[in-house]
């Protein structure tokens, strides 16, 4: 019989119709939603996980340590109880108070920072005391890697090589490298399109990294394109995802849904895919749909 683990990925692929402005062009949302833990990091957390166990890395009495701005934290904790591991985790305090309990539902340790960038050196400082591991999805290869096994090979099946343009947001940029590398692999003309906030928008999931703080995997020439997504404007697209579309998700996939229907407006046609990084329940507390 099939354990969980063998439900991350292989997600919905669905066209929106009511949304989209240009009839000539497919706009297809990916509804990562559907993965074990609600969100597209089930694919990088158990590939991270899994390969840290076969390489060793993780040794008897060790703790796993990571810094995260949530939707990671969770299939984190999760994939982590299924192997056993302790784990803890540490993210911004203006993190919903779902992604919390969602985490220690799973068992782990939650410690809260001002920041995502000073929760990412609170973890630092917590491996150079020794006793944890550090996954660190700011650098692991298993985070892409999961996305040039799964993600790619999904979305070039399920349009039958057909897609023009792959549309993500970007934090980790782990879904966008992994998926750009798979894709460019398949048709060199497939355009990538990255998704960031713009300057003072404050967008969970997608950011805008000081430089000291970029994500060692992430490669700018396997990005075409980066569409700047003001707060607003990635606001109201998640409630249109909701109320016209009936996408139940978070604001950053309102950001890449922006950029997808800025990007259906331009084109004469083609075949959009973007990423639909979680669901929408993880928001309730906030005024995302208030």
């Known amino acids: 019989m099939p354990t969980l683990l063998d439900f991350v990925g292989n997600t919905p692929l669905v ?17 990562e939603g559907h993965n074990p833990g609600g969100s597209v990091k089930d694919r ?26 949530g939707n ?14 302790e784990i803890e985790l540490t993210m911004p305090k203006n993190s919903t108070r779902e992604r919390v309990l969602t985490m220690e539902a799973f068992g782990a340790k939650v410690i809260l920072t001002d ?11 917590k491996v150079a005391e020794g006793g944890y591991l550090m996954l660190n999805q700011f650098a692991n290869p298993d985070n892409y890697l999961a996305h040039y096994r799964s993600t790619g ?23 966008i490298m992994g998926t750009s590398r798979y894709l460019k692999e398949q048709n060199p003309d497939v355009q990538i399109v990255g998704c960031q906030p713009t300057d003072g928008s404050s967008i969970p999931g997608i950011r805008k990294w000081p430089q000291e703080y970029l994500p060692k995997i992430f490669e700018p020439a396997r990005v075409d394109r980066v569409i700047e997504v003001s707060q607003d404007d990635a606001t109201q697209r998640a409630r249109d995802l909701a109320k016209v579309e009936g996408v139940f998700s978070g604001m950053s996939s309102g950001g890449a849904a922006h950029a997808a229907i800025q990007l259906a407006n ?17 928001y309730l507390s906030s005024d995302l749909f208030g």
């Open 153 to 175: 090979p999904e979305i070039w099946r399920d349009t039958e090589g057909k897609v023009t343009h792959f549309v993500s947001s970007m934090g980790t940029t782990g879904t």
């Open 72 to 85: 990671t934290g969770i299939a984190l904790a999760m994939i982590a109880r299924l192997y056993d591991i």
């Open 44 to 69: 990088a957390a158990y590939s991270m996980i899994k390969g840290a166990v076969e390489r060793g890395e993780i040794k008897p009495g060790m703790k796993l340590i990571e810094a995260t701005s």
């Open 15 to 31: 066209e929106l119709k009511m949304i989209n402005p240009n009839p000539k062009v497919t706009l297809l949302a990916k509804l």
């Open 115 to 125: 920041t995502i960038e000073s929760a990412r050196d609170y973890a630092d400082a």
């Open 266 to 282: 331009e084109l004469e046609e083609g075949v959009i895919v973007f990423i639909v990084c979680d669901r929408g329940d993880r």
